[in-house]
């Protein structure tokens, strides 16, 4: 990354600061909504195990967050006092659950992305984010290599188990360009020297993908097109609000409620 | 009231005391998350790092740490979070890695799976999920005796 030390706008820094911890949020909620349902004993618990790090991770991004902004919110706050316009996860992590196959396929795609943008902000200008992305990417390469693990035993599985795969990868692509694609935000953190210019992850996302893919007997979609809105809040799918029902309704009934 | 403050060696073994609250059998300083204690003026500064962002015990072991402070006459303390250097499980004493297999889970290895079952001492064994019963533990199972056990994480 490069040294430069241009002091962020507070308000560009607090976005970016939302989206990581936004997209550990979602996805952790929408993992942890396997609890009790998985196709096996180990994988409910692996799933559950999955949801309690990034569930953790958010803590911790959307804390700085609130710091950042000094407005007097905390990660609580933010996680359960925002509506669906003020959320800036991506696209790919809101969309539902669907078949087991699904879920690792999400997973796979987000992982990959996800360990390689940590190990980017593991050299951050800001020590804070340095220190968070370190922390985060022990778990995360674990997660990766699970869901590359599984990913590969369901795409070279049965018939059923990798139409399934093929079916989610199909289904799942058109949601991964949104990872790569910069705005204003992202060109005011590439020049603090406080993240990596995201299109700057995508050769090595290809590689990876691609290897799994092959080992995997799956199909890589040829076009690349990529639905965005997620990350820039402006057009989350419907599927947020309706998970923002389920995650925030104990304190959207009883505000402020503590245990 | 204390008149004196305790040296930093007497906190040592006062924190040596306490155990984790998930696996009881050792100690927070046989796990390695006690980074540093000094006095700050007349308060005490305990830097703890957590094992997992998510694990549920982090809190639990704040609280235990202050609950043993308090009890030994501490009334100034500070709990300070230390995330970087990020936790490793290298950072596990000798004996804490002798506790845990008398007790039943398989201490971390570098190679990244258990080195015998800590059971029967076999070393045909297959992992049967890599996740298990808390954040820092995957399930594994001795081939030989057959029983299934905890192996604790190597990060």
């Given at each position: 990354m490069s040294t430069a030390n241009i002091d962020p706008n507070k308000g560009d820094l607090f976005e970016f600061l939302c989206r990581m911890g936004d997209n550990t949020l979602v996805l952790g909620h929408r993992v942890s909504e396997w609890c009790g349902h998985a196709p096996v004993l180990e994988e409910d618990i692996a799933l559950a195990n999955t949801a309690l790090d990034l569930i953790g991770q958010t803590t911790l991004w959307l804390d700085l967050a609130g710091k950042v902004e000094d407005a007097g919110r905390d990660a609580d706050r933010l996680a359960f006092h925002r509506d669906v316009w003020d959320f800036r996860n991506l696209l790919l992590v809101e969309q539902p659950n669907g078949d087991f196959g699904q879920t690792i396929m999400r997973q796979f795609l987000f992982d990959a992305w996800h360990l390689s943008q940590l190990t980017a902000l593991m050299e951050s200008s800001d020590a804070q984010i340095a220190a968070i992305a370190e922390k985060s990417s022990k778990e995360v390469t674990y997660h990766l290599e699970r869901a590359t693990d599984t990913v590969i035993g369901l795409g070279d599985g049965t018939e059923e188990s990798h139409r399934r795969m093929q079916n989610a990868l199909d289904l799942l692509w058109p949601y991964v360009g949104e990872m790569f694609v910069a705005d204003a935000v992202d060109e005011a953190m590439v020049a603090a020297g406080i993240a990596p210019n995201p299109a700057s992850l995508r050769p090595a996302y290809d590689t990876l993908v691609n290897d799994v893919f092959t080992a995997a007997t799956l199909t890589r979609p040829e076009s690349d097109f990529g639905h965005r809105g997620g990350k820039s809040g402006k057009r989350h799918s419907e599927h947020l609000g309706h998970m923002l029902t389920q995650m925030q309704w104990l304190q959207r009934a009883y505000p402020d409620a503590t245990w | 009231m204390v008149v004196e403050k305790p040296s930093l060696e007497t906190v040592w073994g006062w924190l040596h005391a306490v155990p984790d609250p998930e696996i009881p059998v050792i100690s927070l300083t046989d796990l390695g998350i006690i980074r540093d204690v000094q006095w700050q003026d007349d308060t005490l500064e305990v830097t703890v790092t957590p094992t997992y962002s998510g694990c549920p015990a982090t809190t639990i072991i704040n609280l235990d740490i202050e609950t043993a402070l308090r009890g030994h006459g501490i009334e100034k303390l500070a709990l300070k979070r230390q995330l970087s250097p990020a936790w490793t499980s290298?950072?596990?004493?000798d004996a804490g890695r002798a506790k845990l297999e008398s007790y039943g889970i398989a201490p971390p290895q570098p190679a990244g799976g258990p080195e015998r079952c800590p059971r029967c001492q076999s070393t045909h064994l297959e992992k049967i999920s890599q996740f298990g019963s808390t954040p820092c533990k995957a399930q594994w199972r001795c081939t030989d005796c057959l029983e299934p056990f905890d192996y604790f994480k190597c990060i």
């Open positions: - | 290298d950072w596990m004493t």
